[in-house]
């Protein structure tokens, strides 16, 4: 069959960004931030919640690959399409995907009106984003790679020359931890399986 159709680079961001906007008294606070799933975004703004508890909104966005892309906003008891409307609508325009931003709001005690907390939720958003890396990266995969001593020597240079990042374990066996182009998935397995005539374990 050979190796999949090289998956295109997407943009997302590599490096958190934050931004704080005060309106009226209100203040928003926003980060941004790179999530590979959809349980990752949740988790992480389940976090942003319990550090930031007594706040009064939590709007955000997150855009997940792979295809069908996973889009999610909620404006967190916000007038509709106030807030989590905004912040998705910062995702899209810089095409951002693996991406999390969650704007957090404290009240300041004046309504700001449907318009006016739109505005205050984009411009938190986008500065976040302006604050963040942003770049566009290639898909990876994790594997677990299991093999014995005497084949580990060969397979860590093949890791090495492969791999984007890794982790060996040496036990009663080796076990690597490789973080691999996806375009590079069925000859990087075939190389090991050929390097240790068929030994190597995946995992």
């Known amino acids: 069959m050979g190796d999949a159709p090289t998956p295109p680079t997407y943009r997302t961001v590599t490096s958190a960004g ?13 980060v941004a931030v790179h999530v590979e799933t959809v349980e990752a975004a949740r988790d992480r703004l389940e976090l942003i919640r319990e550090e930031h508890e007594d706040a009064t909104h939590h709007a955000f966005g997150y855009r997940i690959r792979p295809r ?6 909620a404006d967190d ?5 106030s ?7 910062r995702l899209e325009k810089e095409s951002l995907e693996n991406a999390l931003v969650v704007v957090t709001r404290y009240y300041g005690g004046t309504n700001l009106g449907v318009g006016r907390l739109a505005r205050a939720y984009g411009r938190a958003a986008g500065g976040a984003l302006g604050t963040a890396t942003i770049e566009a990266v290639e898909p990876q995969s994790w594997l677990r790679l299991t093999v014995g001593y005497d ?20 036990r009663e066996t080796v076990v690597f931890e490789v973080r691999v182009p996806r375009r590079a998935l ?6 090991l399986r050929s390097a240790t005539a068929g030994r190597v374990e995946f995992g």
């Open 186 to 191: 069925e000859s990087f397995r075939d190389r």
């Open 77 to 81: 008891g916000e007038p509709s399409g």
């Open 83 to 89: 807030a989590g409307g905004p912040v998705m609508n």
């Open 151 to 170: 084949d580990s020597g060969a397979v860590r240079g093949i890791v090495e020359s492969v791999a984007t990042e890794f982790e060996a374990s040496y």
């Open 68 to 73: 069908p892309l996973t889009e999610h906003a």
């Open 18 to 30: 934050r931004a704080e906007l005060a309106v009226d008294g209100s203040r928003f606070l926003a």
